[in-house]
């Protein structure tokens, strides 16, 4: 449970009656042999809905899902061993077979003789010994097959795989026919989906699980902020809903501005790496959660928020004094606020810098989510022209003067007009 709590999971706290655990934004389990903790979402179909969202964004690399805590001080893979796992639970099971017909030239027939490719072969070679024969075999199905060769190969590229991993892996694929694995992944990706919707699947559910995972792989998907750390006989699996709806705006923010029709791209985390101070003279590093960028030049900053919000509480306060700061040190037009609410959606421009860029809020209800997906945030501006209006400006015409002493009276300028 501390470390738990070091991971920012969990929150504990003494009482007279013992302990208070508080989750934060992380859901998952910890399982061990004798005991279990297991933190789920509110609503696992808004969390599934967030999943499918994340995974049509063009980029589909955040910080790799990475495990800790081995004995010998590394790091240990966890695509690369969720994939060992699930092809040894398949091995055990059985890897998904058919029926198909094999013939061969023999001198000893098992099956159906077929006389007439036989006397054919017999008057046109001279060969008098031997008779052709169709037989029912047990073969492993081609298609599986090949998937699971097409992930192989890439097993040793993710971050944090270890040899150990990659050795297990290739004694497992012993108990795998030859089959030649696909030239992309897309082809891959679409023969493990069409797999897992044919009736070569029966019931076999480890099979079903492996091809997951490896689709999973072939996409580069991740556990978006999340943490794996083994411990003794158990392991300690969870991950950050908060980065995942970052993931989220960033794709909702690409449809809203492709159906604009505006040349302009939505980056998560753009500022990573770039070592950009909120003053000239130093200051905390800015890392806006996802910023809009054309033709090279910041237009607009974005901080997705997976909370609750109350315009009238310090939380939300504190949100937008950080998104100002953003917004003003980066020369952006507009800077936007993004909840995930449980409520109705709304959309309001709560103030505006002194260069005239508007501090807007939005907030996309769980029910909006789940009916629109990717087109939820252009549903939201449909529905609240005003903000629409104040967005199409501020992306459309830049600043008449760039600001000179970046955010240095930022509360002395700052406007939270109602």
């Not at 501390?2 to 929150?11: D, G, H, Q, S, T």
């Not at 026919?177 to 070569?200: L, M, N, P, V, Y």
Request: with cysteine.
């Amino acid at each position: 449970m501390k470390a738990l709590e070091a991971k920012n999971v969990l929150r504990i706290a003494r009482s007279n009656a013992g302990f208070v655990v508080t989750p934060s934004n992380y859901v998952g389990e910890l399982v061990l042999p004798s005991a279990s903790l297991r933190i789920e979402p509110k609503s696992q179909s808004v969390l599934a809905a967030m999943d499918r969202l994340a995974l049509q964004a063009n980029e589909k690399h955040l910080q790799d899902l990475r495990s800790e805590g081995e004995v010998d001080g590394g790091n240990k893979g966890d695509p690369a061993g969720e994939f060992r796992d699930a092809l040894l639970e398949c091995v055990y099971d059985g890897v998904p077979w058919r029926y198909a017909k094999e013939t061969q030239a023999t001198s000893f027939p098992r099956g159906r003789i077929e006389f007439g490719e036989t006397f054919q072969r017999l008057a046109a070679r001279g060969i008098r010994h031997r008779v052709i024969a169709t037989r029912p075999v047990h073969r492993q199905h081609e298609e599986f097959l090949r998937v699971i060769h097409s992930v192989i190969p890439i097993l040793p590229t993710l971050d944090g795989t270890t040899s150990k991993t990659l050795r297990e892996v290739q004694t497992l694929s012993q108990a795998l026919e030859s089959a030649q694995s696909f030239d992309t992944s897309e082809e891959a990706i679409e023969a493990a989906r069409g797999f897992i919707q044919s009736s070569g699947m029966g019931t076999n559910a480890s099979a079903r699980k492996l091809l997951d995972c490896c689709i999973r792989i072939l996409n580069k998907e991740r556990l978006f902020g999340g943490w794996v750390a083994h411990v003794p006989n158990g392991i300690a699996r969870f991950r950050n809903i908060e980065a995942l709806w970052e993931r989220c705006v960033q794709v909702l923010l690409d449809v809203w501005l492709q159906g604009m029709g505006v040349s302009a791209d939505a980056h998560l985390h753009g500022l990573r790496g770039m070592k950009v101070r909120l003053f000239p003279d130093g200051g905390p590093i800015l890392d806006p959660d996802v910023i809009i960028e054309a033709q090279g030049a910041v237009t607009a900053v974005v901080d997705a928020k997976y909370k609750l919000l109350d315009m009238m509480s310090s939380g939300a306060s504190a949100d937008l004094y950080q998104l100002t700061c953003y917004v003003r040190s980066l020369d952006a037009r507009v800077g936007i606020l993004v909840h995930l609410a449980e409520s109705d959606e709304y959309a309001k421009v709560v103030g505006t810098t002194s260069e005239a860029a508007p501090i807007i809020v939005l907030t996309i209800s769980d029910e909006l989510l789940l009916r629109e997906s990717a087109n939820a945030l252009s549903s939201l501006l449909a529905s609240w022209p005003r903000v629409r209006k104040s967005l199409d400006d501020s992306l459309a015409h830049g600043l008449a003067e760039k600001r000179g002493d970046r955010v240095s009276d930022l509360f002395g300028d700052l406007l939270l007009g109602a």
